[in-house]
């Protein structure tokens, strides 16, 4: 696959600047209640293009699992049939007018992912069966090479699928033992009894694989590349923990006996309980860590570049037991840390990665990155607030190798930053919040008016290589367009972008920014 990175690893050739938008598929407006890979993704990258810009950055694309997280996927390798837009199949001929008529009236500013998915649900399987049953010769062809080149995964991801629809959603621990335990006899009765349900989650994921595609293929002809999401950890309730737990830290039942999180920080005054099974990474490391190589090898397939989550983690993570409440108690524990990334490297070759250094940053965290010449990333929320490392984030420390963020999904937005209450659940006090208005006040000569664009323009023009803003805050908006709290376990992951906000005017004023700094 082209690569947009140099020898050293670097997000673009030294000479280059570029920037780009933060902008999850989910949040495209749309009349189906979500948004999908079709028209209105072909025209958000129009106006990416327009703008002067050259990234798209999303979050993981999975099929999403507990609090429609992203970062709790179902399969670590399956994309999001959510994402799958349904005029694009009325197009190729697998669903009818009629079927698209009977939508309801969904609420046009969020996602209402209940709604959306019962609805969605069954007309994806009725797309499945028309498909079945009229689909032409070279389509037919294309879903079969699409299942060999994906047997790796596919047929234990429709099945953890199917299986989980059966069981009214229950998590698979819960599931009848034979099952659970992946018991041959049972598992060869489940793939006859469910035969028609596993053939319309491996056309869901066909569906989806070519629908990212044109949009993929639509990206480059405008010159557009795309940033994905790989997160350090999977789900519990995943195809993955269900069929390989001796990769993980279970218990006989299945259950997690400790569990990933981070301690005390900025966003939490508990720390953050994730909840994902952490890897027994001596397990791993006995398969030649095959299961790493092939998942970042997928996204690769997907993606120009790809921001690895919680990059510290593979230097040393935070263990919590899994009967804690919170992270506040845990330990730091050795990750596999280079031998990892060389075994990677070795496969794969060079890695186009952008490593999410935040949070605990040792210098042990740093060597790691440097080694591997990965771009880290400075966020300009962070630069004015009493932790040791603020002062890492002001723009006059930044460095060529960054990625320069306004602010990321799980911030607030620049605006919610600026005149929000502040506190919240995290460790700052009304007084530290004082202080880091103020501060920020200073350090860019800001009045306080249109707080989004002075961030905008301080990203844009430091010495970063690329520059990244949430679309929230190239429009303006407040705390309501928040992505994600990640205190809160529910609520988050729901914002959408609303028709007609990237106007002509938006347009000019980005682009008008983006040749200023050298980044067009």
Same mark, same amino acid.
Not at 470 to 496: F, H, I, K, V, Y
């Given at each position: 696959?082209?690569?947009?990175?140099?020898?050293?690893?670097?997000?673009?050739?030294?000479?280059?600047?570029?920037?780009?938008?933060?902008?999850?598929?989910?949040?495209?407006?749309?009349?189906?209640?979500? &948004?999908? +890979?079709?028209?209105? /993704?072909?025209?958000?990258?129009?106006?990416? $293009?327009? #703008? %002067?810009? !050259? =990234?798209?950055?999303?979050?993981?694309?999975?099929?999403?699992?507990?609090?429609?997280?992203?970062?709790?996927?179902?399969?670590?390798?399956?994309?999001?049939?959510?994402?799958?837009?349904?005029?694009?199949?009325?197009?190729?001929?697998?669903?009818?007018?009629?079927?698209?008529?009977?939508?309801?009236?969904?609420?046009?500013?969020?996602?209402?992912?209940?709604?959306?998915?019962?609805?969605? &649900?069954? +007309?994806?399987?009725? /797309?499945?069966?028309?498909?079945?049953?009229? $689909?032409? #010769? %070279?389509? !037919? =062809?294309?879903?079969?090479?699409?299942?060999?080149?994906?047997?790796?995964?596919?047929?234990?991801?429709?099945?953890?699928?199917?299986?989980?629809?059966?069981?009214?959603?229950?998590?698979?621990?819960?599931?009848?033992?034979?099952?659970?335990?992946?018991?041959?006899?049972?598992?060869?009765?489940?793939?006859?009894?469910?035969?028609?349900?596993?053939?319309?989650?491996?056309?869901?994921?066909?569906?989806?694989?070519?629908?990212? /595609?044109?949009?993929?293929?639509?990206?480059?002809?405008?010159?557009?590349?795309?940033?994905?999401?790989?997160p350090i950890y999977v789900a519990h309730d995943s195809a993955e923990v269900w069929a390989r737990p001796e990769l993980y830290h279970l218990d006989a039942r299945g259950e997690p006996t400790v569990v990933a999180g981070v301690p005390p920080d900025y966003f939490s005054a508990t720390g953050q309980r994730?909840?994902?099974?952490?890897?027994?990474?001596?397990?791993?490391?006995?398969?030649?860590?095959?299961?790493?190589?092939?998942?970042?090898?997928? /996204?690769?397939?997907?993606?120009?570049?790809?921001?690895?989550?919680?990059?510290?983690?593979?230097?040393?993570?935070?263990?919590?037991?899994?009967?804690?409440?919170?992270?506040?108690?845990?330990?730091?524990?050795?990750?596999?840390?280079?031998?990892?990334?060389?075994?990677?490297?070795?496969?794969?070759?060079?890695?186009?990665?952008?490593?999410?250094?935040?949070?605990?940053?040792?210098?042990?965290?740093?060597?790691?990155?440097?080694?591997?010449?990965?771009?880290?990333?400075?966020?300009?929320?962070?630069?004015?607030?009493?932790?040791?490392?603020?002062?890492?984030?002001?723009?006059?420390?930044?460095?060529?190798?960054?990625?320069?963020?306004?602010?990321?999904?799980?911030?607030?937005?620049?605006?919610?930053?600026?005149?929000?209450?502040?506190?919240?659940?995290?460790?700052?006090?009304?007084?530290?919040?004082?202080?880091?208005?103020?501060?920020?006040?200073?350090?860019?000569?800001?009045?306080?008016?249109?707080?989004?664009?002075?961030?905008?323009?301080?990203?844009?023009?430091?010495?970063?290589?690329?520059?990244?803003?949430?679309?929230?805050?190239?429009?303006?908006?407040?705390?309501?367009?928040?992505?994600?709290?990640?205190?809160?376990?529910?609520?988050?992951?729901?914002?959408?972008?609303?028709?007609?906000?990237?106007?002509?005017?938006?347009?000019?004023?980005?682009?008008d920014l983006t040749v200023l700094y050298g980044r067009a």
């Amino acid at each position: 696959m082209p690569s947009a990175t140099s020898s050293s690893g670097s997000l673009a050739p030294a000479a280059e600047r570029v920037s780009g938008v933060l902008l999850h598929p989910t949040s495209l407006p749309g009349r189906f209640g979500i &948004g999908s +890979l079709g028209d209105e /993704a072909l025209r958000f990258a129009d106006f990416l $293009a327009s #703008a %002067g810009q !050259r =990234l798209w950055q999303v979050l993981p694309l999975v099929p999403t699992g507990y609090g429609d997280s992203p970062y709790q996927g179902l399969g670590a390798f399956a994309g999001n049939p959510l994402l799958v837009d349904p005029e694009e199949l009325r197009r190729d001929g697998m669903l009818d007018a009629s079927d698209l008529e009977a939508a309801p009236a969904f609420e046009e500013g969020a996602v209402d992912y209940a709604a959306v998915i019962a609805w969605k &649900g069954a +007309l994806l399987r009725r /797309a499945s069966a028309r498909f079945h049953a009229r $689909a032409a #010769a %070279g389509d !037919r =062809l294309s879903l079969e090479a699409f299942s060999e080149r994906h047997a790796s995964w596919l047929g234990d991801f429709a099945l953890f699928q199917a299986l989980k629809e059966r069981h009214g959603g229950l998590a698979w621990p819960r599931w009848p033992a034979p099952l659970a335990r992946r018991d041959g006899e049972a598992l060869r009765k489940a793939r006859a009894e469910l035969a028609d349900e596993i053939r319309a989650q491996i056309f869901c994921q066909w569906a989806f694989f070519r629908q990212w /595609a044109r949009l993929r293929e639509h990206c480059r002809s405008r010159g557009i590349r795309l940033m994905g999401d790989l997160p350090i950890y999977v789900a519990h309730d995943s195809a993955e923990v269900w069929a390989r737990p001796e990769l993980y830290h279970l218990d006989a039942r299945g259950e997690p006996t400790v569990v990933a999180g981070v301690p005390p920080d900025y966003f939490s005054a508990t720390g953050q309980r994730w909840g994902n099974p952490l890897y027994r990474w001596e397990a791993l490391r006995e398969t030649g860590y095959a299961f790493w190589i092939e998942r970042t090898r997928s /996204a690769l397939e997907l993606f120009d570049l790809v921001r690895l989550d919680h990059f510290r983690g593979f230097e040393a993570y935070w263990e919590v037991e899994a009967g804690e409440p919170s992270a506040v108690r845990g330990r730091w524990v050795p990750g596999p840390g280079a031998e990892l990334f060389d075994a990677l490297q070795a496969a794969l070759g060079t890695l186009p990665i952008v490593a999410e250094n935040l949070g605990v940053i040792t210098p042990e965290v740093e060597t790691l990155r440097r080694r591997y010449g990965f771009p880290g990333m400075a966020i300009l929320q962070f630069a004015f607030g009493n932790d040791p490392q603020a002062p890492t984030f002001l723009p006059h420390n930044y460095s060529r190798d960054l990625v320069a963020y306004t602010g990321t999904h799980d911030n607030d937005t620049v605006l919610g930053w600026w005149t929000g209450e502040g506190p919240g659940v995290s460790t700052r006090t009304r007084e530290d919040v004082r202080r880091e208005r103020d501060r920020a006040r200073r350090y860019l000569a800001a009045g306080g008016e249109e707080m989004n664009w002075v961030f905008i323009r301080a990203v844009l023009a430091s010495v970063a290589g690329t520059a990244v803003f949430p679309l929230q805050d190239l429009l303006g908006l407040g705390s309501e367009a928040r992505m994600n709290r990640p205190s809160l376990p529910t609520g988050n992951w729901r914002w959408r972008l609303r028709p007609g906000l990237l106007d002509a005017r938006l347009t000019a004023r980005l682009a008008d920014l983006t040749v200023l700094y050298g980044r067009a």
